[in-house]
């Protein structure tokens, strides 16, 4: 039977520092989540939302029946674009009265194209390409066009790995890899190819979409992209529960940062859904899972009842991700928007030791998103005993890690904190540089040295929305830095002290597990010679709240 009732499906995009134009409440005496002061001329009035309407989804997630805290929060971790299912207030009652699932509503297909901002239909993407070199190399070349930013793709093959990858002649490069390419000549980018081996990810973008993006004075970034022309795609796969549960179990591995599928039953619903062993676990039910810990995880999943949805990626998938520097929730979004109903059922993966866990402030307007994760900027003036603090690194993970900060010394006056992962030394972004690198760097600041810093969950919280991290996130910075692309993961580093009046040592997360091979060694003059090898367990990452046990099993798991 036909329903009367037609939800719209809204795209609002924002600015930093701007809010979507809307205030979300539950009131007295009335059912659902309510849109009220639609801010006029704001991206909510642009892209057609109605005081009154009642919010149905927030990023394919039906919210209807949810705490409003919890539908604060998707919104807020959305980050600077959110798409919501919406129905008027008449449709919405009425639904109510007669007892109309608006669940079931939500997941058909809409009437309309999803609105952008006031705008109708499908809106110009940038596209990631992902190129794997054939024996006649990658099948494109470089141009640069005079008076105009930038490197184009020309000469392409129509036979060739560029234009099977989604490459078109004269599509501007904005990102190789996942950083920012646009302020590079054309012998940088030729390195960076070649450094890239075997294979690179582009960001491009044609004339249309660039146009479009330069007129709204936009920058463009890898979480803006399409995913439709990337060869390994993530799976979306629906489960319903069984009488054995839905047969696998979720481990956290402590060689690997992420939550995985493991020991699936042959037969039960895992299995016929199309999960596969060590598929990495990215959501659930539209919820990224990637910075929670392990029991929150489960607990999320136990809480879908009868049904889930994960999205999941192997690990061919996830490494071309990874490359690329963007989340596999690019692809959840673009099924999401376009409504499709062919996704292929998707794997999952066990999160390690490193669980992050997503901050979770109160509810507020989504213009208030990031004032919770801000980065630090701290600046130490070298004493007698050195700056008071040790530099880390930990073998498997990308970065560099302050620990064992010396009460009293200067890091601890500039507000340095043990785990605070270092983002910049003096204005330079360091998360790409080598462990010797950046003790190098430290050691030539003199008896001066400025460091962003970050905490440990507001570096996850960034990373997953693919928002750089740069002193412009600070609000009261003194100073301003060029923002810089996400990061890549790293080879296994070394550790290195910068102590002060006690000895320092940076990343060396919590308890005993096998001890990984790090090194330290005194920065301070004169320096000391190398310190044994630190006892970090390879499970202990990021997260030391989830590398509380001292056993050495394999890993934790549940059973599903």
């Given at each position: 039977?036909?329903?009367?009732?037609?939800?719209?499906?809204?795209?609002?995009?924002?600015?930093?520092?701007?809010?979507?134009?809307?205030?979300l409440?539950?009131?007295?005496?009335?059912?659902?989540?309510?849109?009220?002061?639609?801010?006029?001329?704001?991206?909510?009035?642009?892209?057609?939302?109605?005081?009154?309407?009642?919010?149905?989804?927030?990023n394919?997630?039906?919210?209807?029946?949810?705490?409003h805290?919890?539908?604060?929060?998707?919104?807020?971790?959305?980050?600077?674009s959110?798409?919501?299912?919406?129905?008027?207030?008449?449709?919405y009652?009425?639904?109510?009265?007669?007892?109309?699932?608006?669940?079931?509503?939500?997941?058909a297909?809409?009437?309309?194209?999803?609105?952008?901002?006031?705008v109708?239909?499908?809106?110009?993407?940038?596209?990631l390409?992902?190129?794997?070199?054939?024996?006649?190399?990658?099948?494109?070349?470089?141009?640069?066009?005079?008076?105009?930013?930038?490197?184009?793709?020309?000469?392409?093959?129509?036979?060739?790995?560029?234009?099977?990858?989604?490459?078109?002649?004269?599509?501007?490069?904005?990102e190789l890899?996942?950083?920012?390419?646009?302020?590079?000549?054309?012998?940088?980018?030729?390195d960076?190819?070649?450094?890239?081996?075997?294979?690179?990810?582009?960001?491009?973008?044609?004339?249309e979409?660039?146009?479009?993006?330069?007129?709204?004075?936009?920058?463009?970034?890898?979480?803006?992209?399409?995913v439709?022309?990337l060869?390994?795609?993530?799976?979306?796969?629906?489960?319903?529960?069984?009488?054995?549960?839905y047969?696998f179990?979720?481990?956290?591995?402590?060689?690997?940062?992420?939550?995985?599928?493991?020991?699936?039953?042959?037969?039960?619903?895992?299995?016929?859904?199309?999960?596969?062993?060590?598929d990495?676990?990215?959501?659930?039910?539209?919820?990224?899972?990637?910075?929670?810990?392990?029991?929150?995880?489960?607990?999320?999943?136990?809480?879908?009842?009868?049904?889930?949805?994960?999205?999941?990626?192997?690990?061919?998938?996830?490494q071309?991700?990874?490359?690329?520097?963007?989340?596999?929730?690019?692809?959840?979004?673009?099924?999401?928007?376009?409504?499709?109903?062919a996704?292929?059922?998707?794997?999952?993966?066990?999160?390690?030791?490193?669980s992050?866990?997503?901050?979770?402030?109160?509810?507020?307007?989504?213009?208030?998103?990031?004032?919770?994760h801000?980065?630090?900027?701290?600046?130490?003036?070298?004493?007698?005993?050195?700056?008071?603090?040790?530099?880390?690194a930990?073998?498997?993970?990308?970065?560099?890690?302050?620990?064992?900060?010396?009460?009293?010394?200067?890091?601890?006056?500039?507000?340095?904190?043990?785990?605070?992962?270092?983002?910049?030394?003096?204005?330079?972004?360091?998360?790409?540089k080598?462990?010797?690198?950046?003790?190098?760097?430290?050691k030539?600041?003199?008896?001066?040295?400025e460091?962003?810093?970050?905490?440990?969950?507001?570096?996850?919280?960034?990373?997953?929305?693919?928002?750089?991290?740069?002193?412009?996130?600070?609000?009261?910075?003194?100073?301003?830095?060029?923002?810089?692309?996400?990061?890549?993961?790293?080879?296994?580093?070394?550790?290195?002290?910068?102590?002060?009046?006690?000895?320092?040592?940076?990343?060396a997360?919590?308890?005993?597990?096998?001890?990984?091979?790090?090194?330290?060694?005194?920065?301070?003059?004169?320096?000391?010679?190398?310190?044994?090898?630190?006892q970090?367990?390879?499970?202990?990452?990021?997260k030391?709240?989830?590398?509380?046990?001292?056993?050495?099993?394999?890993?934790?798991?549940?059973?599903?």
């Amino acid at each position: 039977m036909a329903s009367s009732v037609h939800p719209r499906v809204l795209k609002l995009t924002k600015q930093d520092g701007q809010s979507y134009g809307f205030f979300l409440r539950i009131e007295m005496g009335k059912e659902g989540h309510l849109v009220r002061n639609v801010e006029k001329g704001g991206p909510a009035e642009q892209a057609g939302m109605k005081d009154g309407d009642r919010v149905l989804r927030v990023n394919g997630v039906f919210v209807d029946k949810e705490e409003h805290t919890r539908v604060v929060e998707l919104v807020k971790e959305s980050g600077l674009s959110v798409t919501f299912q919406v129905l008027d207030e008449e449709s919405y009652e009425m639904a109510k009265e007669k007892g109309i699932s608006l669940s079931e509503e939500g997941q058909a297909r809409p009437t309309q194209q999803p609105v952008m901002n006031g705008v109708a239909g499908a809106i110009p993407k940038p596209k990631l390409c992902y190129l794997v070199k054939g024996e006649k190399g990658y099948g494109f070349s470089l141009t640069s066009t005079r008076g105009v930013q930038g490197m184009f793709l020309s000469e392409v093959d129509p036979s060739g790995v560029a234009a099977k990858a989604g490459v078109q002649n004269n599509d501007r490069l904005i990102e190789l890899n996942g950083d920012n390419v646009e302020s590079s000549n054309h012998e940088q980018i030729v390195d960076k190819v070649k450094a890239s081996g075997n294979s690179v990810v582009f960001l491009v973008v044609d004339r249309e979409a660039d146009r479009y993006y330069k007129n709204k004075q936009i920058k463009l970034a890898g979480g803006m992209a399409t995913v439709k022309h990337l060869p390994h795609k993530p799976r979306i796969a629906e489960l319903t529960k069984g009488p054995d549960g839905y047969g696998f179990y979720l481990r956290q591995q402590h060689a690997k940062l992420g939550h995985f599928i493991k020991d699936i039953d042959a037969g039960s619903p895992a299995d016929k859904a199309g999960l596969k062993d060590m598929d990495r676990l990215v959501a659930v039910n539209g919820d990224p899972v990637d910075s929670l810990e392990h029991e929150q995880v489960v607990e999320k999943i136990r809480q879908c009842g009868k049904k889930s949805t994960l999205l999941v990626v192997d690990g061919e998938t996830d490494q071309m991700y990874k490359m690329a520097c963007v989340s596999p929730l690019l692809y959840w979004d673009e099924v999401m928007d376009s409504h499709s109903e062919a996704a292929e059922p998707a794997p999952a993966t066990s999160s390690q030791d490193s669980s992050e866990h997503k901050p979770r402030p109160a509810a507020s307007t989504p213009s208030q998103e990031s004032s919770e994760h801000k980065p630090r900027l701290c600046l130490l003036e070298k004493t007698s005993g050195g700056f008071g603090f040790h530099l880390n690194a930990i073998q498997g993970l990308s970065g560099q890690f302050v620990k064992e900060v010396a009460s009293g010394s200067p890091a601890d006056k500039a507000g340095l904190v043990d785990d605070n992962i270092v983002i910049e030394v003096n204005g330079d972004n360091v998360e790409n540089k080598s462990y010797e690198e950046v003790v190098e760097m430290i050691k030539k600041s003199g008896n001066r040295l400025e460091m962003l810093v970050i905490e440990e969950a507001a570096y996850d919280y960034f990373k997953d929305k693919n928002i750089p991290i740069t002193t412009a996130l600070i609000g009261t910075s003194k100073t301003n830095k060029p923002a810089t692309p996400p990061v890549k993961a790293k080879e296994p580093k070394k550790q290195e002290d910068h102590p002060a009046p006690a000895p320092v040592t940076a990343k060396a997360p919590s308890p005993s597990p096998p001890p990984s091979p790090t090194l330290a060694a005194n920065l301070t003059p004169p320096p000391s010679p190398a310190a044994a090898p630190s006892q970090d367990s390879p499970k202990e990452t990021r997260k030391r709240s989830v590398s509380s046990s001292s056993s050495a099993s394999e890993g934790d798991d549940e059973r599903f």
